[in-house]
């Protein structure tokens, strides 16, 4: 972090040069090498440098276009915006045109030199050249109750013991309960995110993410249903758009039906994991929610099916459910007992018994999602804190 930092900066037309100088200079890890302007910066993005900052007003064409040209450029340096305004919208498009962060102006030299290190220390690890955008993963379910937050919990879990780093969005927006299944306090919360309003950059998020044990990162939702209405659709798909730069996958744990929300996480997911249970209410309520998606022209091949309580014995048989549904699961989990005293305990089954039938099936999703399969960990020690949690908070 004490090596110096070499920025190019090119500005788009109407930038403060002194706004952005007095964000980089005077700082001894940063160095300058030079300013472009907007009708100026082709050839200067040769020289060498550590990262490019693209300099800007707000939203502004001009100003996408030079952060694609600047990361096509040379894939492997990273490009940083420095904006002084970030209207709606604008965060998104830069993150999609290639940005790994957005800086909003005015910023101290240090606290820029500090976002600049992270962003290159980030980016050391990655040998492909171009971004990399994690994967964003639905969990559906149209019914209530049919195990989405079991699902995404112990999904996002399997996956970080395979050493990923792993976000969970709770998009239960008026009832959620990621925070409660993980044994997590609500000290932040998705309200809070909102209420401190874009841009939605990795330092304010990462402000706004609690973590578990698990190193899994969790962006809860508002505590009480009354503080859904201040989540708005285009501030989402902002914090979406600068998640998956700053993880290895994004699930988004949702709320029974087909919200608005739950829409557009869809329309931005690239994976989709719809979960059933094995009663003829909930399989004609995920026939209808695999055809609806149809409708929307997702891709089947996206869609996980997942069966819940698929061991369950009701009289509908295995064969019956492909009937139904038109396809057959892909992963089923059995019923467990251990599941609810893990959900009250706060420890998901995946991490407290990892040898079990439904640690294994969560595994196996994660291998849907994940390179290289891994051996069951060691099981974790239970832990008291879901209740705990619960019962020392207010919602
Ligand atoms: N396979 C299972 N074995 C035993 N219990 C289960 C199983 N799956 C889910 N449960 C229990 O069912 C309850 C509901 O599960 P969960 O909260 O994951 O459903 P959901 O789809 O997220 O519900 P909602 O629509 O209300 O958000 C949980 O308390 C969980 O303990
Ligand atoms: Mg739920």
Redesign the pocket.
């Known amino acids: 972090m004490t090596d110096t930092i070499h920025i190019l900066v090119t500005l788009a037309e109407h930038a403060d040069q002194r706004l952005v100088e007095s964000a980089l200079e005077n700082e001894p890890s940063l160095e300058v090498v030079g300013y472009a302007d907007y009708l100026d910066w082709s050839e200067f993005l040769e020289q060498p440098g550590d990262v490019v900052v693209v300099a800007c007003t707000g939203r502004d064409d001009n100003a996408v276009h030079m952060i694609d040209r600047a990361v096509k450029h040379r894939p492997g340096r990273p490009v940083v915006v420095m904006c002084e305004a970030s209207p709606n919208g604008f965060l998104r498009e830069a993150f999609e045109a290639g940005a790994d962060d957005v800086i909003t102006l005015p910023q101290s030299p240090e606290q820029v030199a500090f976002m600049l290190a992270k962003v290159i220390a980030r980016r050391k690890g990655i040998t492909v050249p171009g971004k990399a955008t994690a994967p964003l993963i639905a969990i559906l ?1 149209p019914k ?7 699902v995404a919990t112990n999904l996002s879990i399997a996956l970080a013991q395979r050493d990923a780093k792993v976000v969970i969005v709770d998009l ?1 927006l008026q ?1 959620g ?1 990621i925070g409660l299944a993980l044994g997590l306090s609500p000290e932040r919360t998705m309200y809070d995110l909102m209420k401190a309003g874009p841009p939605f950059d990795h330092e304010k998020l990462e402000r706004h993410l609690i973590t578990h044990s698990s190193g899994v990162k969790v962006l809860i939702a508002p505590t009480r249903p009354d503080q859904a209405s201040a989540v708005s659709i285009d501030h989402l798909r902002d914090i979406y758009a600068s998640l998956r730069t700053m993880c290895d996958a994004v699930i988004v744990d949702t ?2 039906g087909f919200t608005p929300e739950v829409i557009a996480t869809i329309d931005v997911s690239s994976a989709v994991c719809m ?1 059933g249970m094995l009663d003829s209410l909930s399989l004609k309520n995920t026939k209808l929610g695999l055809e609806t998606l149809d409708l929307m022209g997702y891709d089947a091949e996206r869609v996980s099916l997942v069966l ?2 698929a061991d369950s014995r009701v009289g509908i048989t295995a064969d019956d459910v492909s009937t139904i549904v038109d396809r057959s699961p892909d992963v089923c ?4 007992r251990e ?2 005293r893990a ?1 009250n305990e706060g420890t998901p089954i995946v991490a407290v018994k990892p040898g079990s039938g ?1 640690a294994k099936a969560f595994r196996d999703l994660a291998d849907r999602y994940a390179k290289a399969p891994v051996a069951p960990p060691e099981p974790l020690p239970a832990s008291k804190s879901g209740v705990r949690s619960l019962i020392g908070r207010k919602r």
């Open positions: 379910g209530g109750g049919t195990g989405k937050t079991l239960d009832f309960d709320p029974p979960v819940n309580r989990i059995p019923s467990d599941i609810p959900v439904a």
